[in-house]
């Protein structure tokens, strides 16, 4: 096998996304994923003596190239005429009947409540989802879930890197059909691994993304625990979301106390800590999914809904059947949503196929790799340059939080967050320690 067509190639290229899919589909488990613990994130490492160079990893990895274009021929028919959005079949605002369960969940709860409900109607047999860990509450771990309560054990956004694509294996090993929900990274690699595995497509009857315009690593999270003055061994149980909308992270500690902090709050802090390999995807609203669910992030809504809303966005007639079916029977509310409402709620799904391209021509120039997204993206502006140098030196200087230019940047910043009254999240989080 040529060296450039191997993982390994992937990840010396800083492409690899950390979806873990390579691991999941290995069929001699020559792949696991472990954590870099300087970059904060999954990467995936191939034991040689039981590779047999077969090829089904790379050709699963979205991290060097996803054919957009192709993937839409094939799978709906056409090239979409909406770029941000992708092909929809039907687009819907709504949240899960259940008020607990959408009080518990990211947004309207409508993922758990629709995997619950094709689980109960016998449309599926399990779900690929993703928990936080027990024995280790700041690790997620995706896994299979057969029932309705290891479903809602999942709920909620998981802000760190997830590989869930290595349940892939489970559903390999089974018999029956699976729905599998992912950031829209996983689900171009399941896109991709079911071109050379007819077993998977068979299996999987629903691919439901929740939308990322950004991920973050370990480092985050562990930042926003040493602001709040924890250690990883004082947390007995993490959740990024839940109670409410837009919710809450809760941390509860080994000594019975619990902590919350506002998503406004710590979303902020994360955002230093973002994964370099995100910056360079195109794909925000799960392109290939055949459902999308996302926060409504819509102001009339967002004004008086404190429990919880999303949006939802079919892209096959099985995926809309699957609404219909679970709205006649009450299980969800759902209404139709106009198309510039979804996308101005989403504003970065557009600038991202902007700020894409400047972005991939900057790393070209300076001699780094991008993957090859065959796809349409729109005609960067001046002001799309500027503002990607401007991100990138940010960033880089704030994920050295130690060195004297990330300090400098941590200081203009706070400096403009007191400016506009906004402060901070650690200085708020430390101050409801006090
Ligand atoms: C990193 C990240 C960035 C996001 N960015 C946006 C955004 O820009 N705009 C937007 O509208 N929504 C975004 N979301 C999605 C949003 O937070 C909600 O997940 C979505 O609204 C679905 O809500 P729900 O109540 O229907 O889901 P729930 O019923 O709470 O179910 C969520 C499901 O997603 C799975 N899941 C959670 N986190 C991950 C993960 N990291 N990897 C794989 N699976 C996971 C869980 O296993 C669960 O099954 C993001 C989510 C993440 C994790
Ligand atoms: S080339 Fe084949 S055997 Fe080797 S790691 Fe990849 S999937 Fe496994
Ligand atoms: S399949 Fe996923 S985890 Fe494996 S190398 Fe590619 S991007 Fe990385
Ligand atoms: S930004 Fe893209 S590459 Fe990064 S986690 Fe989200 S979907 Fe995956």
Known sequence: MKDNLTIESVVKRKLCTGCGTCAGVCPHDAIEMAVDRKKGCYLPRLDRNLCTQCGLCHEACPGHSV????????????????IALG???????????DRDVRYACASGGLVSSLLIFALEEGLIDGALVTRMRRDNPLRPEPFIARTREEILSAAG???????AGTALHEILQMRGRFAVVGLPCHIQAIRKAERNLPKLKERIRYRIAIPCSLDY???GTEHILKALGLRPGDIEALQYRGRGWP????????????????????????GPYSLRRCTLCSDMLGELSDLTCGDAWIPEVM?????????????????????????????VELSELGLRELLASQGNAVFKKRKLKARMRMFRWTGRSVPAYRQRLLKPTCEDY????KFYAGRYALAGNHSILGR?????QSLKHRKSNDPPVQAQALGRQQ
Request: glycine share 8%.
């Open 386 to 389: 500027v503002n990607t140098l």
């Open 217 to 219: 690593s370990f480092r």
């Open 87 to 97: 092909r929809y079949v039907g687009c819907y605002i709504g949240h899960a009947n």
């Open 247 to 270: 919710g809450s992270m809760l941390i509860r500690l080994k000594d019975g106390t619990e902590q919350t902090i506002p998503l406004a709050e710590y979303y902020r802090e994360l």
């Open 157 to 163: 956004s998981k802000y760190c890197p997830v590989a």
């Open 303 to 331: 004004r008086t809904d404190k429990v919880g809303s999303s949006f939802v966005v079919s892209r096959t007639p099985g995926a809309e059947e699957l609404l219909e079916a679970a709205a006649s029977k009450e299980v």
């Open 67 to 82: 054919d957009f274009e192709s993937f839409n021929d094939t799978l709906f028919g056409e090239v979409p005429e909406d």
């Open 408 to 412: 400098l940047f941590r200081a203009a």
